[in-house]
């Protein structure tokens, strides 16, 4: 393969498969070294996003801190109209060298030790261990 094919395949590799979306403050988001995310969605509007060196992200994850306060049942700026979205407290921290699956969703207030596997299509809504393999909806310890 010729060095332009090469710096043009790169190029095409980089800018489609690690391609990531904000919603929120892009500024609540710190990423470590060596982090691969590919179509993944990472909302910061109840708190900030925490991910560690050599973590890869499968297609499609959702990394989701936004939350909607809700009063007798109804959304709380309906009843009250009082913002219903807190701004902090729901942060979410992932380890180093862990593997979260396509299509995983995490939920904000969540904390995920280092070295974990998280199964394709999992629900991730509380906090896991170091060196475990989980999934599900809700994920729990399957190793």
């Not at 590799?13 to 691969?36: A, C, F, P, W």
């Not at 109209?81 to 862990?98: F, Q």
């Not at 995920?112 to 909806?137: E, L, Y």
């Amino acid at each position: 393969m010729s060095v332009v094919r090469k710096l043009i395949v790169n190029f095409i590799i980089k800018d489609l498969y690690s391609t990531s979306y904000y919603h929120g403050d892009k500024e609540r988001v710190e990423i470590g070294t060596n982090v691969s995310l590919v179509n993944t969605l990472l909302n910061t509007a109840s708190g900030s996003i925490q991910i560690g060196d050599n973590t890869i992200f499968g297609h499609n994850v959702m990394l989701l801190t936004g939350r909607h306060d809700f009063v007798q049942g109804k959304r709380k700026k309906l009843v009250t109209g009082e913002i219903e979205t807190p701004k902090n407290g729901y942060d979410i921290k992932i380890g180093e060298g862990c593997w979260i699956a396509s299509g995983v969703i995490i939920i904000g207030g969540v904390a995920i030790g280092d070295n974990v596997i998280v199964a394709a299509g999992s629900v991730v809504t509380r906090n896991v261990p170091s060196g475990k393999f989980v999934g599900g909806v809700p994920a729990k310890v399957i190793k």
